[in-house]
């Protein structure tokens, strides 16, 4: 009787041991970091320039103040369409104007179409434009899609892709006769201009609550950015680019916003410019409030997010995060916006920009960025509490390559694995 009253206490002890175990695996991880400042200061032109028109100082967006509890629930990603595979998919997205209809870019060159539903069978093409994308590098593609605001009246799509010369920012309009195909030969090309490199092209694009387009471009490659594009505000890399295509201006098939940092200055800075400094923007959004997010990859030590605003600097090629990264006789450091949080480069090195969540089937996400990683897979809420404080969270671990996060039409976030697969969040039920 005694060696069995041993035995069954070790078996107690054994399941009380694993169950900790397991609990401890799945709590979420919490971390908080105080916001850095963003005292934004007028920028100074560099000596060459001619001085007689200043440069506007750039306005600090709001603070964030959404649900400071932290993530209470385990979640796990699942396959949002187990039927469905693609080749290199690097968005997802909606319409704006179906409940139902979604799309997925290929880095090929090709928008797919189908219903937002688990048991779709087949996705359909909606624009192929292959036939003018230069394949012949792994950042380069079709890299951005975004329908413009009144897409069900006027039929618009603008995207984002790469030719053998560089980025083209172009329109195309849907087929009058089939609402689920754009015709490739009305493309309207906007704007144009070289790479000098074949890598940080940046690429995404969408609509600010403003109604305008906006352009995320990378410095222009290689490492280190050599030929300190970002920095320079005559040239269109590094930046968050902002045009009006409602409008056009001359030759120009756009025209600038009134409120743009540079417009009609004098000292040959690009007036498309919304904010510099960038190194290569991977995927960018606005929240409810008009928050701009933008994920900024780094080069060897550190990633970033930061909150963009009109006339802002973030650093680059000077900062790396908060960090120093070079020497710039130009570039005054007193003027540039630190990001609002950042991590070190050490499983994690390669950040994809995500979304405040808005959706329904995740309460405790609402208010929360969700991003992620594109090397490490690993999935993070992140918010800024009414003190200004920043939580950061991660949700879970996964083994994907996170080119992308999208949202459908209800505002449910997909995840976008570079494989050939989408997934979604789901709370686990065990």
């Known amino acids: 009787m005694r060696r069995i009253a041993i035995l069954l206490l070790v078996i107690l002890l054994t399941i009380s041991l694993a169950s900790c175990i397991a609990a401890e695996q799945s709590a979420p991880a919490l971390t908080t970091q105080t916001a850095p400042t963003a005292t934004a200061q007028p920028t100074q032109a560099p000596t060459a320039a001619p001085t007689e028109q200043p440069t506007p100082t750039p306005t600090v967006a709001p603070t964030p103040q959404p649900t400071q509890a932290p993530v209470n629930v385990a979640l796990k990603v699942v396959d949002a369409y187990p039927s469905l595979s693609f080749r290199r998919p690097l968005f997802f997205t909606a319409d704006g104007s179906s409940e139902t209809d979604c799309y997925v870019a290929l880095q090929g060159g090709k928008i797919l179409v189908f219903p937002d539903y688990e048991s779709t069978l087949i996705a359909y093409t909606f624009l192929d434009i292959s036939d003018r994308i230069d394949p012949t590098a792994n950042e380069k593609g079709l890299l951005g899609v975004a329908f413009h605001p009144n897409f069900e009246q006027n039929g618009y799509i603008y995207v984002n892709y790469t030719n053998e010369s560089g980025t083209v920012i172009s329109r195309f309009t ?257």
């Open 174 to 430: 849907r087929r009058a006769n089939n609402q689920y195909a754009a015709d490739p030969d009305s493309e309207l090309i906007l704007l144009t201009f070289e790479q000098p490199f074949s890598n940080h092209n940046g690429g995404h694009i969408d609509f600010g609550p403003d109604g305008y387009l906006y352009i995320a471009t990378g410095d222009g490659g290689k490492g280190g950015d050599p030929l300190n594009n970002a920095q320079d505000r005559t040239t269109l890399h590094g930046n968050i680019l902002r045009i009006d295509v409602d409008n056009t201006d001359g030759e120009r098939a756009y025209s600038i916003p009134a409120d743009n940092p540079y417009v009609d200055n004098d000292m040959g800075f690009a007036e498309e410019i919304f904010a510099y400094g960038l190194r290569n923007p991977w995927r960018f959004s606005f929240d409810e409030s008009g928050t701009l997010w933008v994920a900024d990859v780094g080069q060897n030590a550190i990633e970033e997010i930061d909150h963009v605003v009109n006339g802002g600097n973030y650093g680059w090629n000077v900062m790396e995060g908060t960090q120093g990264y070079k020497d710039n006789p130009d570039a005054d450091k007193s003027e540039m916006i630190p990001p609002i949080f950042e991590y070190v480069q050490d499983e994690s090195r390669s950040i994809t920009g995500g979304y405040v969540y808005t959706g329904d089937d995740i309460p405790d996400l609402v208010g929360k960025y969700i991003y992620g990683d594109f090397i490490s897979g690993k999935i993070w809420a992140l918010w800024l509490d009414a003190q200004g404080q920043v939580h950061n969270q991660l949700l879970v671990d996964t083994d994907l390559k996170i080119s992308s996060f999208g949202v459908d039409a209800k505002g449910e976030l997909r995840i976008v694995d570079l494989l050939g697969k989408v997934y979604r969040l789901q709370i686990t039920q065990d």
